[in-house]
């Protein structure tokens, strides 16, 4: 059976207008994450609704952090081997978008059997682009 993991970005700030990186996920080379779900929630994103992105990217962004994901369940025997990043003063190059949403708070549970797998080496993220200067918010469940 998959472990699951818990990561969240805590609150990161947003400039107005701009394509926000705010997480990072790479799974390790021997082995695939699946997205379970996913979280986005902003304190004041403005009059029209922030655009969200689950991106791919070519270059690693730095000057972020690099939190450990939570074990998220019981019976967890194992620390997860993806790596996360936590908002990069300097953002990842060569974004790809893959999925988009307009929202001004978005919670997303992929369905059972059609969760989005993130391969080995890859590297994603979630980037926003919110219409005002805010602060947003973003977790994530995933499983190796």
Known sequence: ????FLVTTGTVA???ATANIPIEIAPASTLDAVLVSLDVTFDAPGATAPKIELCTYGTVGSGGSTPTPTKYGQNQNRAASTVVRIADSTPPTTITALWTWYSTGLFYQWPLGREFELLQSGKYCIRVTAPATCNCCINLVFEE
């Open 1 to 4: 059976m998959a472990e699951q």
């Open 14 to 16: 947003l400039t107005a």
